[in-house]
């Protein structure tokens, strides 16, 4: 199983961006891809995460209604759509694919990355304030 990320850069507070999540060569089980980020010195946190069979998404409440998470299953690729971009959004953000569902993310309030196989090699956002 192979993910590649794309789309980071670097914006002003307010700004937006969108990374891409190609995957390729996934098993049928993993059907839930997820979004992560990891600022330097800490630790890497769950930002969203979607069924690409059914199209049920999580969110962690520090993205608030700022960022959307979206599949095209045609070119399988997930996106994360991230608006109002703040200074604590800066992070290298990782993609994964997993065998847990959405709905279990939502039951235990978190994503861990545990729960996570197949890893991303990441793609750097940076928010200037």
């Known amino acids: 199983v192979q993910l590649v990320e794309s789309g980071g850069g670097l914006v002003q507070t307010g700004g937006s961006l969108r990374l891409s999540c190609t995957t390729s060569?996934?098993?049928?089980?993993?059907?839930?891809i997820g979004w992560f980020r990891q600022a330097p010195g800490k630790g890497r946190e769950g930002v969203a995460c979607i069924s690409v069979t059914d199209g049920t998404t999580y969110y962690d409440a520090a993205v608030g209604g700022r960022f959307t998470i979206s599949r095209d299953s045609t070119n399988n690729t997930v996106y994360l759509q991230m608006d109002d971009l703040i200074p604590d959004d800066t992070a290298m953000y990782y993609c994964?694919?997993?065998?847990?569902?959405?709905?279990?993310?939502?039951?235990?309030?978190?994503?861990?990355?545990?729960?996570?196989?197949?890893w991303g090699q990441g793609t750097q956002v940076t928010v200037s304030s």
């Open positions: 060569g996934s098993t049928p089980e993993h059907r839930t």
């Open positions: 994964a694919t997993s065998l847990v569902t959405p709905a279990t993310a939502q039951e235990f309030s978190t994503l861990r990355v545990s729960w996570y196989d197949y």
